[in-house]
């Protein structure tokens, strides 16, 4: 299949991923499981399915489950079985329109084994659109716990709501956000932008929860076993039970500030080929993440279709095409037209779905802000490919593209930004108003990873197109998308490394349809009425 367009829905109904060992995790005090449902049913079918509390389930399904990239007919589901098997292990699974499985709808087969580190995902199709859906997995005496997924909607759709979250160091606190979003029943999907896990060794950044391994990882084993550390944790484990994920990777799933062919976290005279750390890191997401899978491992940008409402374009601004940061902004490199943060095959794709998308929404998933800051250079950010921004701003201007949305994650922090190719160019640009914006960037702030620590909010909101900023508190966004705007909330807490916070709205922005800038809006949207039932705890 071609990660680079929509999936048609015609995969295999069974395939088989890999996935590795792990360690115990450290855990909070609140799994932020949502009541609901009958852990202890047996299958109303067939009455052969062990329960998934017994001693046996338990020490076979230890990562749980998850979902990922619901199409209208498909979607993802994925496990890991814990044993000591070195041949095939068959895996059954089943996917159902109640908790208590009395209404399957499809059920199949597959394998996996040592190879692939007993990692089970499958591509379920011939769904229904728009439909919950609870789902599980049954092997060597022993059953998954259930979980909860929802297939995209198909031609007409009224309201979305989508959780954005990125950037979740392990060594700085607890998931409090993954918690959060457990317990919110009317989410659609959540969108992970990147740094769902981190390659640092225990103490290296941060010390709130040591790692495992204690080094820094380094190989295929080393990223397998992180990967597993992390889906130990009982918020993640939550978050991916009750919602399915569209995930993309930034730089931690292989290293700190990395681009195509290297890392600032990198040395290869001490840690060896990057190629080799870098195909490494990228087989065990594959693994380990329920993403449908490419054709070219490497290749994770796509789109998904959320009938005539949404078109999330999901990018990858760290490892596809991105050239070498520079250091300092009059870096004759910065202004080379040419200069590359997506890759030119990339980039024309985005042009190409942009200008031919039949979504009123065009929401683009990505890891880095492309907002400009005067303040601060951050040379990671677009800042460092200013000619790479201007050609995104072409594509909007030239093809009168409206209602484009950029969701953004990596920088630790919350922004609100009207997206013009100069905020100080008067004639275009409206700084009281936001018009001549062609865009609006919303950037959702850290899981758990530490804020910028540096006391600018009042300057930055002082420039002309930075609407709303803080630097410091860690949280996520709730996107609430109508055919008339799309609205972006900020939920935030402090001291993540507690294992209780207290959750607070902080601010809400929306951008209205052919608009293309931001207005201030007072409360954040109410959720939907009476959602489905949460999968059982």
């Given amino acids: 299949m071609d990660s680079g367009t929509s ?42 399915v062990p329960p998934p509390d017994s001693d046996t389930s338990k020490k076979l399904f230890q990562h749980a489950v998850a979902s990922g990239d619901p199409l209208p007919d498909a979607v993802i589901l994925w496990t890991r079985i814990t044993t000591d098997a070195t041949l095939d292990v068959k895996v059954r ?72 979250v990125s950037c979740a ?21 959540v969108l992970h932008l990147g740094d769902y896990i981190y390659e640092y060794g225990s103490g290296q950044y941060g010390a709130a929860r040591p790692y495992e391994p204690a080094s820094e990882i380094l190989s295929l084993q080393d990223y397998r076993t992180r990967h597993g550390y992390y ?18 990777w930034d730089d931690h799933e292989v290293a700190d500030d990395s681009w195509s062919d290297g890392a600032a976290n990198h040395t290869e005279a001490a840690e060896g080929a990057w190629s080799d750390r870098k195909a490494a890191a990228q087989r065990a997401y594959n693994e380990w993440m329920p993403i449908r899978e490419p054709d070219a491992p490497k290749k994770i940008y796509r789109t998904i279709k959320y009938g005539d409402l949404a078109e999330l374009i999901m990018l990858d601004t760290r490892s596809w095409g991105r050239e070498k940061q520079v250091v300092f902004k009059t870096d004759p490199a910065t202004s080379d037209p040419n200069r590359q943060l997506l890759g030119a095959d990339q980039e024309a794709w985005l042009k190409e779905k942009l200008t031919t998308s039949t979504s009123k929404w065009k929401l683009i998933g990505q890891q880095v802000m492309m907002g400009q800051l005067d303040a601060v250079f951050i040379p990671d950010s677009w800042d460092g490919y200013p000619t790479a921004r201007q050609r995104f701003f072409d594509i909007l201007k030239n093809n009168k593209v409206n209602d484009a949305v950029v ?89 993540p490394e507690q294992p209780m916070v207290t959750e607070s709205f902080a601010a809400a922005f929306a951008t209205y349809a052919g608009q293309n800038r931001l207005t201030r809006e007072t409360a954040a949207a109410s959720p939907p009425a009476n959602p489905p039932p949460a999968a059982p705890a």
């Fill in 7 to 48: 999936h048609d829905g015609g995969a295999p109904e069974g395939q088989t991923a890999d996935a590795g060992p792990s360690g115990d995790s450290g855990q909070s005090a609140d799994s932020g499981e949502p009541e609901g449902g009958d852990a202890g049913a047996k299958d109303a079918s067939t009455g052969d």
């Fill in 407 to 495: 969701l953004t994650g990596d920088i630790h922090s919350s922004w609100a930004i009207n997206l013009t190719p100069d905020p100080n160019d008067t004639s275009v640009y409206d700084r009281n108003t936001g018009q001549g914006a062609l865009a609006v960037e919303f950037v959702t702030p850290a899981v758990s990873s530490p804020g910028l620590g540096l006391p600018l909010e009042a300057l930055l909101l002082t420039t002309p197109h930075i609407k709303h900023v803080n630097l410091s508190l860690r949280g996520y966004t709730v996107l609430d998308v109508t055919p008339e705007r799309v609205q972006s909330a900020w939920y935030v807490y402090d001291t």
């Fill in 169 to 189: 160091s392990y060594a700085h606190g607890y998931f409090h956000a993954y918690r959060s979003i457990a317990k919110r029943l009317d989410i659609d999907a």
């Fill in 231 to 248: 889906r130990k944790d009982p918020d993640l484990q939550a978050i991916h039970r009750q919602h399915p994920f569209i995930a993309v």
């Fill in 93 to 164: 699974w089943q996917i159902a329109t109640d908790t208590v499985f009395t209404k399957i709808v499809a059920t199949g087969e597959t394998t996996t084994n040592g190879d692939r580190d007993h990692t089970v995902k499958v591509d379920v199709t011939g769904l229904s659109p728009a439909t919950t859906y609870y789902y599980r997995f049954i092997a060597l005496d022993g059953s998954s716990p259930i979980g909860r997924t929802r297939t995209a909607p198909q031609g007409g759709v009224s309201r979305l709501r989508f959780a954005v």
